[in-house]
């Protein structure tokens, strides 16, 4: 996958954030890793959810706590949007 077609999941995998996750007093958006993992439309969109999140916090757009994120282990974590 070149670069331009991970940009373009990141873009697709923040909107899904902004979808299925929750806006805190700090305007940031935050989701649980298990509803963008067992989301349908995740499902169906992301070929690899996973190595788009460890794009996306390389490219800090996001942040999450640990280096990778596994279901059901890390269902409860929550992805951080880092730009509100």
């Known amino acids: 996958m070149n670069q331009e077609d991970v940009d373009k999941e990141i873009v ?5 954030m902004a979808r299925l996750g929750t ?12 509803a963008l993992i067992k989301d349908e ?5 992301f070929e690899a959810i996973v190595g788009t999140l460890r794009a ?3 490219q800090k757009k996001i942040t999450f706590e640990g280096q990778m994120l ?3 282990t890390h269902d409860d974590v929550d992805v951080i949007e880092l730009q509100a």
């Open 12 to 16: 697709l995998l923040l909107e899904e």
């Open 70 to 72: 596994l279901s059901p």
């Open 56 to 58: 996306a916090k390389k």
């Open 23 to 34: 806006k805190g007093e700090d305007g940031k958006i935050r989701c649980k890793f298990g």
């Open 41 to 45: 439309k995740c499902s169906n969109l």
